[in-house]
């Protein structure tokens, strides 16, 4: 199973969102099999969660009623639990917000808690991503207290590492993110159950140039061989390591193709349906004359 995260950042309105869900669910009606072998997540911008975690379960529920005819019951015999928990297990793309607040909850004007980011659908956390290194200022320290609000609000945390082009050049990024994972995960006693995280080069991100993909090995290699000994041992249950930067649909199948890469995590192809599913391998897509014909 491969992971494609969608992080829209700051971009989309409600009549692309509306585009966009059309188009996606037109593609993934015509290959329901070959989607089996992906987890899609969408991490929009915060305001737009509410409407996508309906919509998404507006169809969960169209999809139930299809099962219940199927099997010959009346979907009011569904008990709630069941209804909840196949309109959530049955969703073709998965929620996940960009960021949260570092503290349960309280007089931090602006924010959002990880607890409300649950309880509107979402699955997954995007955390200390680049740009919020930058533009925001946050530390590993920071972003270690985000982590462990998030995990202890259900939360699955995405959490992005990456170095810049100054650190690649001096051949220390194996190294760099190495740390940068440590200092960014909370000191627990027990487990994160499971964790995300994703290998961002600052200077592959939204610049057109890809890491080649025995860059992206190497440093897969070791984020996973730092998770089964020293530091970083015994601290995740579950864990998935993502590439992202200036994917696109001619790179990301010789991305995938990685063994002990679980996944990506897309900016700019993922802003339309059409290119962020050919992001998948193995997805048929109409060509507009075989659509509209
Ligand atoms: P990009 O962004 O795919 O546009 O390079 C990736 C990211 O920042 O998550």
Same mark, same amino acid.
């Given at each position: %199973?491969?992971?494609?995260?969608? +992080?829209?950042?700051? =971009?989309?309105?409600?009549?692309?969102?509306?585009?966009?869900?059309?188009?996606?669910? @037109?593609?993934?009606?015509? /290959? $329901?099999?070959?989607?089996?072998?992906?987890?899609? #997540?969408? *991490?929009?911008?915060? &305001?737009?969660?509410?409407?996508?975690?309906?919509?998404?379960?507006?169809?969960?529920?169209?999809?139930?009623?299809?099962?219940?005819?199927?099997?010959?019951?009346?979907?009011?015999? $569904?008990?709630?639990?069941?209804?909840?928990?196949?309109? %959530?297990?049955?969703?073709?793309?998965?929620?996940?917000?960009?960021? *949260?607040?570092?503290?349960?909850?309280?007089?931090?004007?602006?924010?959002?808690?990880?607890?409300?980011?649950?309880?509107?659908? *979402?699955?997954?956390?995007?955390?200390?991503?680049?740009?919020?290194?930058?533009?925001?200022?946050?530390?590993?320290?920071?972003?270690?207290?985000?982590? @462990?609000?998030?995990?202890?609000?259900?939360?699955?945390? #995405?959490?992005?590492?990456?170095? =810049?082009?100054?650190?690649?050049?001096?051949?220390?990024?194996?190294?760099?993110?190495?740390?940068? #994972?440590?200092?960014?995960?909370?000191?627990?006693?027990?487990?994160?159950?499971?964790?995300?995280?994703?290998?961002?080069?600052?200077?592959?991100?939204?610049?057109?140039?890809?890491?080649?993909?025995?860059?992206? +090995?190497? &440093?897969?290699?070791? #984020?996973?061989?730092?998770?089964?000994?020293?530091?970083?041992?015994?601290?995740?249950? =579950?864990?998935?390591?993502?590439?992202?930067?200036?994917? +696109?649909?001619?790179?990301?199948? @010789?991305?995938?193709?990685?063994?002990?890469?679980?996944?990506?995590?897309?900016?700019?192809?993922?802003?339309?349906?059409?290119? $962020?599913?050919?992001?998948?391998?193995? &997805?048929?897509?109409?060509?507009?004359?075989?659509?509209? /014909?």
């Amino acid at each position: %199973m491969k992971i494609i995260v969608a +992080n829209w950042k700051m =971009n989309q309105g409600f009549d692309e969102i509306d585009e966009w869900l059309d188009r996606f669910y @037109e593609i993934s009606a015509k /290959n $329901f099999e070959e989607l089996q072998s992906f987890r899609l #997540i969408l *991490c929009p911008p915060a &305001i737009f969660l509410d409407y996508l975690d309906s919509e998404l379960i507006e169809d969960g529920l169209k999809n139930l009623e299809e099962i219940a005819k199927k099997e010959g019951r009346n979907p009011q015999d $569904f008990l709630p639990d069941e209804v909840s928990e196949y309109v %959530m297990e049955s969703r073709p793309i998965r929620l996940g917000a960009q960021n *949260c607040h570092h503290k349960k909850n309280g007089a931090y004007t602006g924010e959002l808690s990880a607890e409300m980011l649950h309880r509107i659908g *979402c699955e997954y956390v995007i955390l200390g991503h680049s740009e919020r290194r930058i533009y925001n200022q946050e530390s590993d320290e920071l972003i270690a207290k985000k982590v @462990e609000v998030a995990v202890e609000e259900g939360l699955i945390p #995405i959490l992005c590492v990456g170095e =810049n082009i100054e650190i690649r050049k001096a051949a220390q990024h194996i190294n760099y993110v190495k740390n940068q #994972i440590i200092s960014s995960l909370p000191k627990l006693d027990k487990k994160i159950p499971a964790l995300l995280v994703a290998y961002e080069p600052i200077w592959a991100i939204g610049s057109g140039e890809t890491a080649s993909v025995g860059q992206i +090995n190497e &440093i897969t290699n070791a #984020i996973v061989r730092a998770f089964e000994n020293g530091d970083l041992a015994e601290k995740v249950g =579950n864990l998935y390591v993502l590439y992202g930067g200036s994917v +696109n649909e001619e790179n990301s199948q @010789e991305i995938l193709a990685l063994e002990r890469l679980d996944g990506l995590l897309v900016g700019k192809a993922s802003l339309n349906a059409e290119s $962020f599913l050919k992001l998948c391998p193995g &997805i048929k897509i109409q060509s507009n004359s075989e659509r509209f /014909n």
